[in-house]
């Protein structure tokens, strides 16, 4: 009887702590709310600068005083959001005249909605000519090296 006790104690205690961690989603409009505090920022990303230790994810592309810093570090790989909808969730703070989550961990990151897969564009003729020049070359000179 006391083990159903305390399974049922956990339950209630992860329930209430997914509920509290669902209030902690907010939009991005709202994220100077969450100053000071882990939450949630969800948006669309519509811009990204890669600027070598961070990526950073913007959810307006003209004012950009919301964004979402993604932290490179050793062995972590970041995907690319752009066009997709997600939910951020990080410490927020203000740096100058931005509201700002930082998220460390690709974890943190959720996908709501994939981004709408842009058509690229098609290579020229002569950037394709260019191309297979190239791998001729290089063709060749794997040839020439395996011949030594």
Not at 22 to 33: E, P
Not at 49 to 76: C, H, S
Request: aromatic share 4%; glycine share 6%.
């Amino acid at each position: 009887m006391a083990a159903i006790r305390v399974i049922a104690l956990l339950l209630a205690c992860c329930a209430a702590g997914a509920a509290l961690a669902q209030d902690d989603i907010v939009d991005w409009r709202d994220a100077a709310q969450c100053v000071g505090r882990v939450c949630g920022l969800r948006g669309t990303v519509v811009a990204t600068e890669n600027d070598g230790p961070t990526i950073r994810l913007y959810f307006d592309a003209e004012q950009r005083d919301v964004r979402v810093l993604l932290m490179r570090a050793w062995l972590v790989t970041w995907p690319s959001y752009e066009g997709a909808t997600i939910v951020a969730t990080g410490k927020v703070d203000r740096f100058r005249d931005h509201v700002e989550a930082i998220v460390l961990d690709p974890g943190n990151v959720t996908v709501l909605s994939a981004a709408t897969a842009a058509t690229p564009a098609a290579a020229s003729p002569s950037e394709l000519d260019e191309l297979r020049r190239k791998v001729r070359e290089l063709e060749e000179r794997i040839h020439e090296l395996e011949s030594r």
